[in-house]
């Protein structure tokens, strides 16, 4: 597949080993102290690493999409335009207006907001409570005592947790300071674990559930067009995520990303595209060598040579439709 040309994606992924500088993206709290610990993960083989958690980051990237999506004018939900992380499911805590109904169709959502087409949303079944004993409930006639039948999509994006290598990561306490509580009493003194290290991450991207129902592999957004700028906002957001490493503590503590390597699969017909983890010091050779005829193999060995190669797949990638369509 040359990459001058439109190709499908019908599945990626990104396999990253990325070194982060003074960083603290992801803690695990402060244990009742004043001390913030970094989150850890033990190995197989037992060994400690230093990590940050898939779900920070894809909280970042629900943030960030969201901006994309509303630069291309595509249509957002209201809890997903104002970054409430429930997506659609949201509208079951607001008051409705009068006449108003709320329609919870697959097709509905996915028409209705993009951000939920791209990350997901989950509505539960809810059933009516039996309010007086003696009601005979008829248990084969369930839909009748049912007022909320369930819906929902997994997100479109994956994303591992983050490993330090074992022998490439360390850890520095630094003092600082926390503004004081309403009554005026001073500042709180605080001490981050401040980490640095060579992690490796994968996400994946199932690009062709853009506007449609995975599970069922049915397409609702059938506009070509619409359906690719929810894929260009995917695929930009991607990139930023991994340029600009995300999580918390980044108003102080933004990391240095100084090395940047890895590999990008593409599938372009139906199958899933394979991780392969940084923490194989071999993952980019062993790649190299994984041959099909559905699938791609893209190399990156810096920030730049990874920015220009998402660039060029923004640029000339569209996302397949789910088999059978
Ligand atoms: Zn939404």
């Given at each position: 597949?040359?990459?001058?040309?439109?190709?499908?994606?019908?599945?990626?992924?990104?396999?990253?080993?990325?070194?982060?500088?003074a960083?603290s993206?992801?803690?695990?709290?402060?244990n009742?102290?004043?001390?913030?610990?970094?989150r850890k993960?033990?190995?197989?083989?037992?060994?400690?690493?230093d990590?940050c958690?898939?779900?920070?980051?894809k909280?970042?990237?629900?943030?960030s999409?969201?901006?994309?999506l509303?630069?291309?004018?595509?249509?957002?939900?209201?809890?997903?335009?104002?970054?409430?992380s429930?997506?659609?499911?949201g509208?079951l805590?607001?008051?409705?207006?009068?006449n108003?109904?709320?329609d919870?169709?697959m097709?509905?959502?996915?028409?209705?907001c993009?951000?939920?087409d791209?990350c997901?949303?989950?509505?539960?079944?809810?059933k009516?409570?039996?309010?007086?004993?003696?009601?005979?409930?008829?248990?084969?006639?369930?839909d009748?005592?049912t007022?909320r039948?369930?819906?929902?999509?997994?997100?479109?994006?994956?994303?591992?947790?983050?490993?330090?290598?074992?022998?490439?990561?360390?850890?520095?306490p630094?003092?600082?300071?926390r503004?004081?509580?309403?009554?005026?009493?001073?500042?709180?003194?605080?001490?981050?674990?401040?980490?640095?290290?060579m992690?490796?991450?994968?996400?994946?991207?199932?690009a062709y559930?853009?506007?449609?129902d995975i599970?069922?592999?049915?397409?609702?957004?059938?506009?070509?067009?619409?359906?690719?700028?929810?894929?260009?906002?995917?695929?930009n957001?991607?990139?930023?995520?991994?340029?600009?490493?995300?999580?918390?503590?980044?108003?102080?503590?933004?990391?240095?990303?100084?090395?940047?390597?890895?590999?990008?699969?593409?599938?372009?017909?139906?199958g899933?595209?394979?991780?392969?983890s940084?923490?194989?010091e071999n993952?980019?050779?062993?790649s190299?060598?994984?041959?099909s005829?559905?699938?791609?193999?893209?190399?990156?060995d810096?920030?730049?040579?990874?920015?220009?190669?998402m660039?060029?797949?923004?640029?000339?990638?569209?996302?397949?439709?789910?088999?059978?369509?």
């Amino acid at each position: 597949m040359n990459l001058n040309g439109p190709f499908p994606i019908y599945d990626m992924s990104i396999n990253i080993l990325a070194t982060w500088e003074a960083h603290s993206l992801s803690n695990i709290g402060n244990n009742g102290s004043t001390i913030t610990y970094g989150r850890k993960q033990v190995l197989h083989n037992g060994i400690v690493v230093d990590s940050c958690s898939g779900n920070i980051i894809k909280h970042f990237f629900f943030a960030s999409v969201v901006n994309y999506l509303a630069a291309y004018g595509q249509p957002l939900c209201k809890p997903c335009a104002s970054g409430d992380s429930q997506h659609f499911a949201g509208y079951l805590h607001y008051p409705l207006l009068q006449n108003e109904e709320l329609d919870l169709s697959m097709n509905n959502i996915l028409q209705k907001c993009a951000s939920c087409d791209l990350c997901g949303f989950l509505i539960t079944t809810k059933k009516k409570e039996r309010r007086k004993k003696e009601v005979i409930i008829d248990e084969e006639n369930i839909d009748e005592f049912t007022f909320r039948q369930g819906v929902s999509k997994d997100s479109l994006i994956r994303i591992s947790n983050v490993l330090a290598l074992p022998n490439k990561q360390f850890e520095t306490p630094q003092f600082l300071t926390r503004r004081g509580d309403e009554t005026g009493n001073g500042q709180i003194p605080m001490t981050v674990n401040v980490r640095s290290g060579m992690y490796a991450y994968m996400i994946r991207y199932l690009a062709y559930g853009v506007g449609a129902d995975i599970k069922f592999r049915k397409l609702y957004i059938k506009d070509e067009e619409e359906r690719l700028k929810r894929h260009v906002a995917a695929l930009n957001t991607l990139r930023d995520i991994i340029i600009t490493p995300v999580g918390a503590m980044t108003a102080r503590m933004s990391p240095h990303l100084t090395a940047l390597k890895g590999v990008i699969f593409i599938v372009p017909k139906v199958g899933s595209a394979p991780t392969m983890s940084g923490l194989d010091e071999n993952f980019i050779e062993r790649s190299q060598r994984m041959t099909s005829d559905n699938l791609f193999v893209y190399t990156f060995d810096s920030v730049d040579s990874f920015y220009s190669l998402m660039n060029e797949i923004i640029k000339y990638s569209y996302p397949a439709k789910p088999a059978g369509e």
